[in-house]
T-cell receptor, first 115, second 113 residues
Framework: SAVISQKPSRDICQRGTSLTIQCQVDSQVTMMFWYRQQPGQSLTLIATANQGSEATYESGFVIDKFPISRPNLTFSTLTVSNMSPEDSSIYLC????????????FGDGTRLSIL | SQKIEQNSEALNIQEGKTATLTCNYTNYSPAYLQWYRQDPGRGPVFLLLIRENEKEKRKERLKVTFDTTLKQSLFHITASQPADSATYLCAQGDSSNTGKLIFGQGTTLQVKP
């Protein structure tokens, strides 16, 4: 299965700043997703990163707050903009080869704390 | 909206026993369910997928069932080991069938030696 690397693995940021998280895959994949996992909670899908076009956002998430890029089939970035303490969470990248009922493969996440 | 629920209380069992975790879904009948394992500080790892027309799926010590009447999936680990201690997540495919998943909140399993 695909190997996913996320950077940084963790960070502590000041409120009002922005942080870009990178997701690199060792092989070409069809789908790339970004999730948020708040402390003690399950995963919530933020958006689907589309190669060469704007990401598809889920209800409650907007591009101005979470801009996403996917310039090719192996790389994506998620930016958390104008951060507040409520953005403290784990952000996870996942990938899928094919579509539909295929399993997803996850990176180990970026643990973000906002002061 | 689609909703999937797991028992949020931790499950504690003795080594060698069978662990049974429950996943219930409402408002939508998914074509498939997936089960993942998540260890602290790590991303979820895919374990098993079961389709709606499959009653049961097995992989080594793991068994998953899918009951469309009860709208429930059960996940069993037989001959459990302390190394099986982790959080187990159930996920259903989104109705758009694009591969998006909706996750339950997970059940933490603790296997005591």
């Amino acid at each position: 299965s695909a190997v996913i690397s996320q950077k940084p693995s963790r960070d502590i940021c000041q409120r009002g700043t922005s942080l870009t998280i990178q997701c690199q895959v060792d092989s070409q994949v069809t789908m790339m997703f970004w999730y948020r996992q708040q402390p003690g909670q399950s995963l919530t899908l933020i958006a689907t990163a589309n190669q060469g076009s704007e990401a598809t956002y889920e209800s409650g998430f907007v591009i101005d707050k979470f801009p996403i890029s996917r310039p090719n089939l192996t790389f994506s970035t998620l930016t958390v903009s104008n951060m507040s303490p409520e953005d403290s969470s784990i952000y996870l990248c996942s990938v899928m080869t094919g579509t539909g009922e295929q399993p997803q493969h996850f990176g180990d996440g970026t643990r973000l704390s906002i002061l | 909206s689609q909703k999937i629920e797991q028992n949020s209380e931790a499950l504690n069992i003795q080594e060698g026993k069978t662990a049974t975790l429950t996943c219930n879904y409402t408002n939508y009948s998914p074509a498939y369910l997936q089960w993942y394992r998540q260890d602290p500080g790590r991303g979820p790892v895919f374990l098993l997928l079961i389709r709606e027309n499959e009653k049961e799926k097995r992989k080594e010590r793991l068994k998953v069932t899918f009951d469309t009447t009860l709208k429930q999936s059960l996940f069993h680990i037989t001959a459990s080991q302390p190394a099986d201690s982790a959080t187990y997540l159930c996920a259903q495919g989104d109705s758009s069938n694009t591969g998006k998943l909706i996750f339950g909140q997970g059940t933490t399993l603790q296997v005591k030696p």
